[in-house]
């Protein structure tokens, strides 16, 4: 929870959605967490915490729901949401170089699949200001949107060490303030979210990797985070 130091956890009743407190929390966490995400076996949980330039690690009690064990590694600058590549094996988290710097990077870390603790490896600059990393559902291909330097940067996934390369063609998509990303569950759209001219842009995902972009949408208001549901039918705009 932003402004505190713990992460609430809750059941949540599948026939009408109502939430009940698990035992125990809410659990103590590194202070203003503002992100949270599983890896895909639901074992383990990664908390960001950019006031402590941090990563915190927990381990979930799966019958219980319970965070347990954390530990935490540090991070380059101020980190406020981390990707996992879907075979479970990679993290990417995008970062400031420095502690409020301008310049940024996309670290990788190997997750070890027995603990999943993390293992720094490759880190990808970025030349302005990347802010969120987007794989697509093979694992092949990431974009990150880039605030500073206008664009969306694609790149190619190394299936050995998870590393990130520019596509040698096409690796940035020319567009000012790119902000909020989905892409929808087959991989084919990615949806970027446009404050400065109140849209959301459509691109075409290509074989290669490389976009196009297809489609605009006016939406009325500055939007920033964007979502699609499971089925791939609805892209909801905040």
Known sequence: ITGSSVVDAYSHDPSTGALTGVPGGPFTAAANATSIRFEPQG????????SDLAIQRFEVDRGSGALSSPSSIATSGEAY??????????????????????????????????????????AEPVPGQGMMVVLDP?????YVNDHERPGVRAYSIDPQDGSLAPLTDHPV???????GMAMDPAGK??????????????????????????????????????????????LHVT
């Open 138 to 142: 093979s694992g092949r291909h990431a």
């Open 81 to 122: 949401g981390v990707t996992i590549h879907p075979n479970g094996k990679f993290m990417y988290v995008p970062a400031p170089l420095a502690p409020g710097g301008l310049a940024h990077q996309v670290q990788t870390y190997e997750i070890a699949a027995d603990t999943g603790a993390l293992t720094p490896t490759n």
């Open 43 to 50: 074992r383990i949980a990664y908390v960001t915490s950019p």
């Open 189 to 234: 759209f990615l949806f970027v979210t446009r404050r400065d001219l109140n849209t959301v842009e459509t691109f075409t995902i290509q074989a290669d990797g490389s976009l196009s972009l297809t489609g605009s949408h006016d939406v009325g208001g500055e939007p920033i985070a964007a979502a699609v549901d499971a089925s791939g039918r609805w």
């Open 173 to 179: 998509v020319d567009i000012n303030g790119p902000y």
